[in-house]
């Protein structure tokens, strides 16, 4: 059951397919390190046009488009997580910056020392090890019943920290929580954000794949407001890791907090506005020629090709939750959006422990946990690009028959005690 065999169900998917390993081969073979235009044209210059085509099968708003002189862009970043630093280093420096403008007599670190930043009590690990990297104070804002976070809660916490002196500076929006796919109301967030100087971040390292699909794509719905917004074509989009695509509204908030140029990174093209050096956007200096396995696989597949792939792994996880369903013995946890299903045995968490330990001991399909609330919840989520109907019923088959299995000997167990 490694990640790519159709009996994996943990996690996210991993996306892997024939041209973007062709792509990668090249990669290897051209060798470039892209972290100027002048060291490579070409590798700079297809980042930028891709990331507009994909921009495009998004349906963003034109500003986070690059185009022929617009002031947003896109940039492929190796991890969701590099992107969420990156932006929350960039709303750090453009506040130091707007405070010490209206205050000139606070320091550098005064100001520091009140920022906070905020993300949903859903929200992935890596947003609070960002805040933790960029050595500011990070909150979680509750989520409700949906596992959302909703207007008021992030006014509620806002309102409280600006009473005691703090200053909120970032918020990172999560479109398709890890534990259980669940997505923050942008259009109530968004403009709360705005109004407060907030830079909004939007994270939908899995999720957003589906937006190519016109059928989801109102889930992105208030991406107007944010500043800037990330996901991963390394997940659903048949693009091998590392390939996390972001972009930004503005892109001198980025190279504005990131700009350094020694004598030997200067160029003569540099200064003319239309060439763009990536290093000042990204973390490490050098970078692979990452959008080639991007232009690969779009010209592959097609928009077609994609939006079928991200369709059928619906499909199939509707498919899935349907099974669940009918067995009187299960419940299911979350409402099912994309191609995670949560669920669980009704009973116990040490009943739903002991479930999910005999299906991965048993070494046939694999899941991960996850908590929701007080409830230990297993998730299924569709993720091989193999993956047919037959598996889903095969999976389903076997942790029925270990569910049955499992309620004997619990039984007889709590007898004997």
């Known amino acids: 059951t490694h990640w790519h065999s159709p009996y994996f169900f943990a996690y996210f998917p991993a996306a892997s397919s ?7 081969m090249l990669c290897g073979g051209i060798g470039c390190v892209g972290f100027s235009w002048a060291a490579s044209p070409a590798c700079t210059e297809l980042e930028t046009v891709m990331l507009d085509w994909l921009g495009k099968m998004v349906n963003l708003p034109e500003e986070f488009l690059a185009g022929k002189d617009g ?13 969420t630093l990156i932006s929350l280093l960039a709303a750090r420096t ?3 910056r707007r405070v010490q403008s209206e205050n000139p007599e606070l320091t550098e670190a005064d100001i520091m020392g009140r920022l906070v930043a905020y993300a949903s009590d859903q929200a992935h690990s890596s947003v609070e090890r960002a805040a933790l990297i960029g050595g500011v104070k990070i909150k979680s804002v ?43 109301k942008l259009l109530e967030l968004g403009p709360l954000c705005n109004k407060e100087n907030i830079w909004m971040h939007i994270d939908a390292a899995y999720a957003g794949s589906a937006f190519i699909c016109p059928e989801f794509r109102h889930l992105l719905n208030g991406v107007e407001f944010a500043d800037s917004f990330n996901f991963n074509p390394h997940k659903w989009l048949l693009v091998n890791f590392d390939c996390s695509a972001m972009w930004v509204k503005k892109r001198s908030d980025l190279t504005g907090a990131f700009k350094l140029e020694p004598l030997y990174l200067q ?3 540099q200064e003319s506005g239309l060439v763009t050096d990536y290093r000042h956007w990204q973390i490490p200096l050098g970078r692979r020629f990452r959008s080639l396995k991007l232009w690969f696989v779009l010209r592959m597949y097609g928009v ?21 369903l009918q067995d009187e013995r ?4 979350a409402e099912v959006v994309l191609g995670l299903v949560c669920f669980r045995m009704k009973g116990s968490n040490e009943l739903n422990e002991a479930l999910l330990k005999s299906i991965n001991e048993a070494k046939k399909i694999h899941l991960v946990p996850c908590h929701l609330r007080e409830k230990f919840v297993l998730r299924f989520a569709v993720c091989s690009r193999t993956v047919e109907s037959t598996h889903i019923k095969f999976a389903w088959q076997h942790i029925s028959q270990l569910a049955t299995d499992l309620l004997k000997t619990w039984e007889q167990n709590h007898h004997q005690q």
């Open 330 to 333: 299960f419940e299911v946890c």
């Open 18 to 24: 024939f041209p973007a390993l062709l792509a990668d």
């Open 71 to 83: 002031q947003g862009g896109g940039v492929i970043q190796g991890s969701a997580s590099e992107a």
């Open 142 to 184: 509750p989520s409700d019943h949906t596992f959302s976070v909703c207007g008021s809660a992030l006014k509620k916490v806002l309102d409280e920290d600006k009473a005691s002196g703090l200053i909120p500076f970032f918020f990172c929006a999560t479109l398709g929580t890890t534990p259980c796919c669940s997505f923050d």
């Open 94 to 96: 453009k506040t130091i």
């Open 304 to 324: 077609s090709g994609l939006q079928e792939h991200i369709r059928k792994h619906v499909r199939l996880s509707h498919q899935f939750e349907d099974l669940v």
């Open 267 to 269: 160029h003569h093209h």
